[in-house]
């Protein structure tokens, strides 16, 4: 999972939740801005930033079948650009 871009930090197995941390790979490992950029920027995130992300990844069962729903940090459901490569990433994994 580390070299897909995301970390599992933690897990939930009764509810199905796991929590991951998620750096978007083509941003991975550039260069953290400086401090004078980053006090201007008054520690708004922007999309593209290489810091990791927090997210909630939800397996559930549904007769047969699994259900995954990539969650944001608070636990609402997430229908970003990130959340959908995650959701990807756990399908490429799987095949």
Do not use: H
């Amino acid at each position: 999972m580390d070299r897909s871009g995301f970390t599992v930090e933690d897990r939930d197995r009764t509810q199905g939740i796991y929590f991951v941390r998620y750096v978007d790979p083509a941003f991975a490992g550039k260069e953290e801005p400086n401090f004078f950029v980053r006090m201007l920027s008054l520690g708004r995130r922007k999309d593209g930033d290489a810091n990791p992300i927090k997210y909630r990844v939800k397996v559930a069962a549904e007769g047969t079948s699994s259900i995954v729903t990539v969650l944001d940090s608070q636990g609402k459901a997430d229908s970003g650009e990130n959340s959908k490569r995650i959701a990807a990433l756990l399908l490429d994994d799987l095949k």
